[in-house]
């Protein structure tokens, strides 16, 4: 079972996918969590040249590098802990790139489709769960950091991005799960877990 996060920058899908685990540990599942960009010492690494370093990367680069780090996390991380059964939950997946990428850089977006099968091994998520919530309550909880490389793009960016996750739900209502960012962490909390729940009773986990 396969289970994903996405959503703006500050969305707050860290949190919660902490708070899924926690529970879903308590539970007795067999989970684990995992990221992307990273997730393998290789991606990892990349991650931490890829997002800090102050660098000039074009977005064919941008999108090459990030279907690297993810043939590497399917292969050596995500489709063995599938294949024994585990409910993996990854902070951010195979959408990202459309929405960041195709959306977001202007990359075509049958290209971004034809590499993400590829590189997933046609994985796909069983859930997704996108976390909706204004740019600039995002931006804000962020401005406390240290920006990355895509935190100090510009606003409209950023609602490109938010448009775009809003578009890729809505073209697949049956996998996603929108959930507004704006609530309380708790309310969100219970909304996911009622959902996962149901989902792993449906698949008789
Ligand atoms: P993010 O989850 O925002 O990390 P953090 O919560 O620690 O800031 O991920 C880092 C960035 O990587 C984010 O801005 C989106 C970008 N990204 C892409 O552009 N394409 C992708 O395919 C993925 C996986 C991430």
Do not use: W
């Amino acid at each position: 079972m396969l289970i994903t996060f996405e959503g703006i920058e500050g969305s707050g899908k860290t949190t919660q996918i902490e708070l899924l685990y926690n529970h879903l540990k308590e539970k007795g599942y067999e989970v684990i969590k995992t990221r992307e960009p990273g997730g393998t010492a290789f991606g990892e690494a990349l991650r931490r040249i890829f997002l800090h370093e102050n660098l000039n990367v074009l977005p064919l680069s941008e999108l090459l590098v990030f279907m690297a780090m993810r043939a590497q996390h399917v292969e050596e991380l995500i489709l063995p802990a599938l294949k024994d059964g585990k409910v993996v939950l990854c902070d951010r997946f195979v959408d990202a790139s459309y929405a960041y990428q195709g959306y977001g850089r202007g990359i075509d977006l049958g290209i971004i489709e034809t590499l993400n099968r590829f590189v997933t091994k046609g994985v796909r998520p069983n859930l997704t769960i996108l976390l909706d919530c204004p740019v600039k309550k995002g931006l804000q909880r962020k401005a406390a950091n240290v920006m990355d490389r895509f935190e100090k793009e510009n606003i409209a960016f950023h609602q490109r991005i938010k448009n775009a996750y809003l578009k890729l739900a809505g073209e697949e209502p049956k996998r996603f799960l929108i959930v507004d960012g704006k609530k309380r962490v708790e309310d969100i909390e219970t909304i996911i877990r009622k959902k996962v729940e149901n989902l792993l009773k449906n698949y008789g986990i």
